[in-house]
């Protein structure tokens, strides 16, 4: 079975500034995806960022990027230039090739950005 | 975007009650599912549906009863709950009812708050 733990329950950064939450996971499988998530105030979950385990290079999108360590079992999120939408609980989540959308969640990381 | 609907948004209910969550999709999608989102717990899968057969039952205990009438619509009847089955319970759909969904990601609802007295 997989896991995915989050170990930074809470965060927060300043507006405009980078902040980086965790993720680490554990596998016996060697091609897989991994997701993060965002679930605003509003408790719709958002697909922020997605990587498949097989690229070495890491996802981007837009002021979000993932530090993709495969034998680490690391998958972190960076927010760069932090607003204050982007406040919000984050979820990593682990999924198997060929799953479905039967996805493995983590315990979240709730960051506040702060003005 | 309103592509998956949840109701009610907020539900309280006695342990005796029967009542129904229903999640509506207008997406076009194939599969549906059912997480359970509790207060200190990883969001748990609790039921899949594609093209509206159940592919998958996580273990779930029989008093949730889900239903899946046609591709747009799925329910989650609820009887006889217990206060630990207070929680968020996320409804969210995707194109690709099977196979790797790398490319067909979850759209989520916005959950229906549901406490148990």
């Known amino acids: 079975a997989q896991t995915v733990t989050q170990s930074q329950p809470e965060m927060s950064v300043q507006e405009a500034e980078t902040v980086t939450l965790s993720c680490t996971y554990d596998t016996s499988e060697n091609n897989y995806y991994l997701f993060w998530y965002k679930q605003p105030p509003s408790r719709q979950m958002i697909l922020v960022i997605r990587?498949?385990?097989?690229?070495?290079q890491n996802a981007t999108e837009n002021r979000f990027s993932v530090n993709f360590q495969k034998a680490a079992k690391s998958f972190s999120l960076k927010i760069s230039d932090s607003q204050l939408g982007d406040t919000a609980m984050y979820f990593c989540?682990?999924?198997?090739?060929?799953?479905?959308?039967?996805?493995?969640f983590g315990g979240g990381t709730r960051l506040m950005v702060k003005p | 975007e309103t592509g998956v609907t949840q109701t009610p948004r907020h539900l309280v209910m006695g342990m005796t009650n029967k009542k129904s969550l229903k999640c509506e999709q207008h997406l076009g999608h194939n599969a549906m599912y059912w997480y359970k989102q509790s207060a200190k717990k990883p969001l748990e899968l609790m039921f899949v549906y594609s093209l509206e057969e159940r592919v998958e039952n996580n273990s779930v205990p029989s008093r949730f009863s889900p239903e899946c009438p046609n591709s747009s619509h799925l329910f989650l009847h609820l009887h006889t709950l217990q206060p630990e089955d207070s929680a968020l319970y996320l409804c969210?759909?995707?194109?690709?009812?099977?196979?790797?969904?790398?490319?067909?990601?979850?759209?989520f609802g916005n959950g229906t708050r549901l406490t148990v007295t």
């Open positions: 990587q498949e385990a097989y690229k070495q």
């Open positions: 969210a759909s995707s194109q690709d009812p099977a196979g790797s969904s790398y490319n067909s990601p979850l759209h």
């Open positions: 989540a682990f999924m198997k090739l060929d799953a479905g959308n039967m996805l493995t």
